[in-house]
Nanobody
Framework: QVQLMESGGGLVQAGGSLRLSCAAS????????MGWYRQAPGKQRELVAD???????NYAVSVKGRFAIDRDHAKITVYLQMNSLKPEDTAVYLC???????????????WGQGTQVTVSS
């Protein structure tokens, strides 16, 4: 299996910054992509940003220019730098990885437990 350990959430004032981290561990042979989703109360889970194994990135329109995702392949860790935070960014942020287990062929999606980000106005 794949375990994803998130850290870095918290409470911040509007305009502030936070940096989220997500470290992957477990019995996998490869990780194709890692990223972050978020879910606010009463809303659907949405993609925030992801980064593939070749370094290409994808961002939600609402965070472009404010958030930056990067990946440390050696540490199997993905980071999300969040700047110019807004109250509407308040949500549980969940780490996500597409991984292939050792000895397997299928690529499956794995989730972390989530970290709360609260932005006060």
């Amino acid at each position: 299996q794949v375990q994803l350990m998130e850290s870095g959430g918290g409470l911040v004032q509007a305009g502030g910054s936070l940096r989220l981290s997500c470290a992957a561990s477990g019995s996998f042979s490869s990780i194709n992509a890692m990223g972050w989703y978020r879910q606010a109360p009463g809303k659907q889970r949405e993609l925030v940003a992801d980064v593939s194994s070749d370094g290409s990135t994808n961002y939600a329109v609402s965070v472009k220019g404010r958030f930056a995702i990067d990946r440390d392949h050696a540490k199997i860790t993905v980071y999300l730098q969040m700047n110019s935070l807004k109250p509407e960014d308040t949500a549980v942020y969940l780490c996500n990885a597409l991984a292939r287990l050792r000895g397997g062929l299928a690529v499956n999606r794995y989730w972390g437990q989530g970290t709360q980000v609260t932005v006060s106005s």
